[in-house]
């Protein structure tokens, strides 16, 4: 079991200590603290790794956080459930929030700091911001079309993070694909000192991705869900077996996902990896198209996505 050790006093300068797998890992909640623990390590020549997330820590988190800790010399995680990139207010008043469990779990992945600031904290005493960071181009297609200023939101709080963070490598999954497309375009458009690693999606043996969403589905929706895995592994063998045609691709995955009535299919889209657009159709060698699959199931919505080299 952990142990949490209170070091400091009130939310707004609260410093923690916890100690779970051998690791002894600081809950710091402010920016200044944050910004503080990362800039020493620096200044002692040590180097940082970041891992952004919204709590509800699970194995595929854990992956990213061990992934920082043996590559870099201090791993650390920020928890912060962003209100700027939820577009369904039900939706932010559902997701996990779970912050001892997230510390412990962080810690025992090898994290030794963990940023988990109020919204208060983190947006200052004007609420919420008024600058939004807009990734022409990316952020209203695909799931952006969906879900619509949710990159805006992704983007804006990133971009925060990342400036308080400072020089460091910052690890994010690929279950995310538009979203770590959209962190790699604003880290270069803004030069942040940031090196950008995407890590492979992290799955239950059944082929569901983990993810916080998950914890929202009933037993019985839990039973379909690596559906959603499969539909898109029936279409990369179909790709792999010839069939290219991304149209066809798409609707194979969405006929798959209609075809269980406890879905509820919001999109599919078949495109070119690197540039998220329409493949071409000549396209150049070592290039993949993904396929990126939407659908909610219950009170979850759920997204993958699969890479075809073409
Ligand atoms: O992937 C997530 O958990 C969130 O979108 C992120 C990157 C932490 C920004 O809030």
Do not use: W
Not at 194 to 216: E, F, K, M, W, Y
Not at 223 to 228: G, N
Not at 253 to 271: H, I, Q, S
């Amino acid at each position: 079991m952990p142990i949490l050790e209170d070091i400091g006093a009130g939310r707004s300068g609260r410093t923690t200590t916890c100690t779970a797998g051998g690791g002894a890992c600081r809950l710091v909640v402010t920016r200044a603290a944050f910004a503080r623990a990362l800039e020493s390590a620096r200044a002692e020549g040590r180097s940082v790794g970041l891992v952004p997330t919204m709590g509800a820590l699970h194995e595929g988190h854990a992956s990213l956080i061990g992934r920082a800790a043996a590559q870099c010399d201090l791993a650390a995680v920020t928890v912060f459930v962003n209100p700027l990139q939820f577009d369904r207010a039900a939706d932010l008043a559902a997701y996990p929030r779970s912050l001892d469990a997230d510390v412990a779990a962080a810690a025992g992945a090898g994290a030794t700091v963990v940023f988990a600031p109020s919204a208060a904290e983190m947006f200052g005493p004007g609420g919420l911001p008024g600058t939004t960071v807009h990734v022409t181009g990316l952020a209203d297609r695909l799931e952006g079309a969906s879900r619509p200023g949710h990159f805006d939101g992704v983007a804006t709080i990133v971009t925060k993070l990342l400036a308080l963070a400072g020089r460091c490598r910052a690890y994010f999954g690929e279950k995310d694909f538009q979203q770590l497309a959209v962190v790699r375009r604003l880290v270069a458009d803004l030069s942040l000192p940031v090196q950008v690693i995407g890590c492979p999606t992290v799955r239950a043996v059944d082929g569901l991705a983990l993810s916080s969403r998950n914890a929202l589905l009933t037993a019985d929706e839990r039973s379909v869900a690596p559906l959603l895995h499969a539909a898109l592994c029936s279409a990369a063998r179909a790709a792999g077996a010839g069939d290219r045609d991304p149209t066809v691709l798409a609707a194979m995955v969405a006929d798959a996902l209609t075809a269980e009535p406890r879905f509820r299919l919001d999109r599919v889209d078949a495109v070119d990896a690197a540039t998220l657009g329409p493949p071409e159709p000549d396209p150049a060698p070592g290039s993949e198209l993904r396929i990126l699959a939407a659908a909610f199931l219950g009170r979850a919505r759920l997204i993958d996505n699969l890479g075809v080299p073409l």
